[in-house]
């Protein structure tokens, strides 16, 4: 009886022992290792694909130690470089151009991430960089990470970069401190004023640009909103186009206050140069007497590389230069720009992209109807759309232009 008492008493001890065992274990705060694919619900894991016919069996390989730290279920974003283009057919002879420094590295690497993913990941255009001082390998590495064509790194050349010798210094620096005083924008600045001279004359003549026939410019930290399903610049050969915009507005008068008399001493000078049919109606209230300030804003356009080289706009731009309004006032490349289209082109040969939604601060341009912002997978806010507002221009332009402007404009004004 005594026997059978302390095998009964052992039974229960070691019962209750396993039970707290097994309690501890369950229990316990210590981290097991999640194998990768097995859910932590249920512990399944993912089915094995058979082995093909016509290739054996795959040993299988160690799962190696499992990373405690990491998330499971987490999908690793390990694909390199990018999809490859979709886009069939021929590629114009073109290039982006991007006048930088090397300190624009990441508001660059925004604009090119805009452009290849709404537009040049179908079409792997190249991409030109120019810098009045080399380009670091940092630079160079990155936009070449991220641009599907090929990359050209130059050095703008001293003599297009610096004074030239009919300037008086004295007298451009009297302006600089004058406009400084009146606080007129980059009104005392060297570096801007180069910049300007240099995309209004010489970035065209640029040993990297020869070899192109169209260029799109893109500058640093702006927006594409939209898709663009067609080949821009093959859309410009085919309709005859040599010069685009997206926005219009007026320039700041006090930057340009002699910049129409030299163009009116240039057409005198050169009347051959003038087209018949242009855009004079656009640049002008009075056919021509006076300027009314309105041109395409240059920091997108997209344009013949032949049409810049020619004589016309030679001509033009050694006029301009001689007078010496980029250094002893303050003129931009867009009216220069602007100015030399509406003179030089037919107005068939300016184009209006409606469907390329662009910003750059602090305007945006944002296709007017809600269906073809649905149709491009728009994401920009038409309420911000500066097209058909007081101070654009570009309601000018589809005026003498005899355009129909789009359906829904009147609610963007």
Known sequence: MAAGSARY????VFALFSLAALYFLTSS?????QLPGISPTNGILPAAKPPTSDSPPTPASPIPDADLNEKPGVTPNSAVGLAPPVAAGERMNATFVTLARNSDIWEIAKSIRRVEDRFNRKYNYDWVFLNDQPFNDEFKRLTTSLISGKTHYGKIPTEHWSFPDFIDQNKAKAVREDMAQRKIIYGDSISYRHMCRYESGFFFRHPLMNQFEWYWRVEPSIELYCDINYDTFKFMKDNGKKYSFVLSLYEYVETIPTLWDSVKNFTRRYPEHIAE???MGFLSDDKGETYNHCHFWSNFEIGNLDWLRSKAYLDYFDALDHDGGFFYERWGDAPVHSIAAGLTLKKEEIHFFNDIAYYHVPFTHCPTGEQKRLDLKCHCNPNENFDW????????????????????YEREQ
């Open 389 to 408: 507002k007081g101070y654009s221009c570009t309601t000018r332009y589809f005026d003498v232009n005899g355009m129909t402007k789009p359906e829904g």
């Open 29 to 33: 705060s210590i981290p097991t290792a």
């Open 277 to 279: 049919g242009n855009s």
């Open 9 to 12: 008493i052992r039974h229960i």
